[in-house]
């Protein structure tokens, strides 16, 4: 009995020895798998940070390639894979910068109903995060002999992830996962961009003429409709090709500054060949308050008439024209000869401009108001270019008003020859002053 006795003591010490053992085992794997975990957590936050700071990098470029949407670096992402995504952005942005061709315009996005995608859902939903493996893969490996017994290795595995998660917490590591940017990405909107889009040449020139080329061919396959959406396109970047080689050849854009300016240069000629003082303001040429109404009526008249003219010319022949249209005008200030402007008389042509040196310009004399609306001419008692005389005594200057004939060809010179009002003042001349038809400037 006692025998027996002393084999059962001896098998359950032997017993209780191994499953202490075992425990023990277990405890010590779940402390070196811990361990191991939370070294490989560090790894991958170390590795995950590198990889989100150079995605960030590029999806930052690629939304400033497309104006700031991310809407529209969802939609080129989901639809050609980040890394295509990142050229065709690149590509788009170059097009804008060499053919003028907004990359928002040629992606033609659905409008938006809600908000849009934020660059951190982007980040995030691009970045392939490193992730920890799931303790399953190590279940069988935790518990070892009698730790496995009874739901031990399931207690193991929970004790295992219990401590990991724990000591990762503790140490402060971030585990992101794309998952989550994914679940809260808005959908993506649909676009109509073309793959001919994508293949675009360097210049405006060039890139027409391939466009021509796709139009015929889809023209020949009875594609009209795409055909002549490429035929439209391809004449838009013509007429860049035309700004850019007016540009390139020193031709500007004639603006209204530059009228104004004209106007000015033109004004103060104008005002010195006729002895007025005008004083150059920020507005235009003030004329000083002694000049006779007369006299200022003729310079306002003269100066818009010669300004208008001068514009003309110019957005006729291109603005290269302007320093001869100024000498022309000026010289024909200087001798007070009448000047006119006759448009082209095709798209071939060129405006031109005609002096009458036997018309004058400014058909008052230059002199200072005495007060009174009357032109003072000088002379001894010799009648003046008007042909109602005043009194006039020996010596003195012959004041004379202007006539009825001298105010309708000083309204006719602000007409352009062959107007309806310059050819009605004509006529009216002709019907009711035939004496006078000789004073009708030439052109007119």
């Given at each position: ?153 399931d207690s193991a595995i929970n004790r295992l992830d219990e401590l990991s998660s724990s000591q990762i917490a503790a140490a402060g590591i971030d585990m992101p996962s794309g998952e989550d940017a994914l679940k809260t990405m ?150 007070n000869h009448m000047v006119t402007y006759v448009p082209p008389a095709d798209d071939d042509s060129l405006g031109t401009f005609v002096v009458d040196k036997d018309t004058l310009l400014f058909n008052a004399t230059p002199a ?77």
């Amino acid at each position: 009995m006692s025998f027996m006795t002393g084999v059962a003591t001896g098998l359950a010490n032997s017993v209780a020895a191994s499953i202490n053992a075992d425990m023990a085992q277990t405890d010590k794997n779940i402390s070196q798998l811990a361990a191991l975990r939370l070294q490989r957590a560090s790894d991958n936050e170390a590795t995950n940070r590198k990889a989100r700071k150079e995605k960030e990098a590029d999806i930052k470029t690629m939304v400033s390639y497309l104006d700031n949407s991310t809407d529209a670096a969802q939609f080129l992402i989901d639809n050609y894979s980040f890394d295509r995504a990142k050229v065709i952005a690149a590509n788009l942005a170059n097009q804008k910068q060499k053919l003028g061709l907004n990359p928002l315009d040629q992606i033609g996005l659905a409008k938006r109903d809600g908000k849009s995608a934020t660059l951190e859902q982007l980040i995030d939903s691009n970045t392939p995060y490193l992730s920890l493996a799931p303790l399953d893969s190590v279940k069988g490996n935790v518990a070892v002999g009698f730790g496995k017994m009874f739901g031990g290795a399931d207690s193991a595995i929970n004790r295992l992830d219990e401590l990991s998660s724990s000591q990762i917490a503790a140490a402060g590591i971030d585990m992101p996962s794309g998952e989550d940017a994914l679940k809260t990405m808005p959908p993506v909107l649909q676009g109509n961009l073309k793959e001919y889009m994508l293949g675009r040449l360097d210049t405006p020139k060039e890139e027409a003429e391939r466009l021509y080329m796709l139009a015929n061919n889809l023209q020949a396959k009875g594609k009209k409709e795409e055909a002549s959406t490429l035929r439209n396109e391809a004449e838009a970047l013509m007429l860049i090709e035309n700004a850019v080689s007016v540009s390139a050849s020193g031709e500007q854009k004639w603006k209204r500054s530059d009228v104004d300016a004209a106007g000015l240069n033109i004004g103060e000629a104008l005002a010195l060949n006729n002895g007025i003082n005008a004083k150059k303001t920020p507005t235009g040429l003030l004329v000083d308050a002694n000049t006779k109404d007369t006299m200022r009526s003729e310079y306002t008249k003269k100066q818009a008439y010669l300004t208008n003219i001068l514009d003309k010319y110019v957005k006729a022949n291109g603005v290269n024209s302007y320093p001869d249209a100024l000498t022309t005008i000026k010289t024909a200030i200087a001798d007070n000869h009448m000047v006119t402007y006759v448009p082209p008389a095709d798209d071939d042509s060129l405006g031109t401009f005609v002096v009458d040196k036997d018309t004058l310009l400014f058909n008052a004399t230059p002199a200072v108001s005495n007060a009174s609306n009357a032109i003072i001419n000088p002379g001894g008692g010799s009648s003046s270019l008007n042909t109602t005389p005043a009194a006039s005594g020996g010596g003195a200057a012959a004041i004379n008003a202007p006539s009825p004939v001298d105010k309708l060809i000083t309204k006719l010179q602000t007409y352009n020859p062959g107007s309806v009002d310059a050819n009605n003042i004509v006529a009216k001349i002709k019907r009711d002053y035939p004496n006078a038809v000789t004073r009708i400037p030439s052109g007119y």
